[in-house]
């Protein structure tokens, strides 16, 4: 098992930046994918970006493409989320979550550690 803890969330108008970090401990981090999720009230927790194990390999959802990167520093078992440009329908928590699994992975049910979540909160 995987201990995750998000930091970096917080109000920002839109247009701004924010950078979402989450620091892992327990298991080895560096053999797993991982990903960031977000949930907004009233509807259902949604894949924003995933990364496999050693980072050369990524996924960022249509709605954050070319504005969010993922990144990952295996050395300091911490994951990124580099945030830009961002438009108040960001809004929400936003997750960290790690895999059972080496390779990018797209299906929330194939992650099994989660931290306790980061808000985010773009006003126009």
């Not at 907004?40 to 990524?58: D, M, Q, Y």
């Not at 295996?74 to 997750?95: I, R």
């Given at each position: 098992?995987?201990?995750?803890?998000?930091?970096?969330?917080?109000?920002?108008q839109?247009?701004?930046?924010?950078?979402?970090?989450?620091?892992?401990?327990g298991?080895?981090?560096?053999?797993?994918?991982m990903?960031?999720?977000?949930?907004?009230?009233?509807k259902?927790?949604?894949l924003v970006?995933?990364?496999?194990w050693s980072?050369?390999?990524?996924?960022?959802?249509?709605?954050?493409k070319?504005?969010f990167t993922?990144?990952?520093?295996?050395?300091?078992?911490?994951m990124?989320?580099?945030?830009?440009?961002l438009?108040?329908?960001?809004?929400?928590?936003?997750?960290c979550?790690?895999?059972?699994?080496?390779m990018v992975q797209l299906?929330?049910?194939?992650?099994?550690?989660?931290?306790?979540?980061?808000?985010?909160?773009?006003?126009?």
């Amino acid at each position: 098992q995987v201990q995750l803890v998000e930091s970096g969330g917080g109000l920002v108008q839109a247009g701004g930046s924010l950078r979402l970090s989450c620091a892992a401990s327990g298991r080895t981090f560096s053999s797993h994918a991982m990903g960031w999720f977000r949930q907004a009230p009233g509807k259902e927790r949604e894949l924003v970006a995933a990364i496999n194990w050693s980072g050369g390999s990524r996924y960022h959802a249509d709605s954050v493409k070319g504005r969010f990167t993922i990144s990952r520093d295996n050395a300091k078992n911490t994951m990124y989320l580099q945030m830009n440009s961002l438009k108040p329908e960001d809004t929400a928590v936003y997750y960290c979550a790690s895999s059972g699994y080496t390779m990018v992975q797209l299906d929330l049910l194939l992650y099994n550690d989660w931290g306790q979540g980061t808000q985010v909160t773009v006003s126009s």
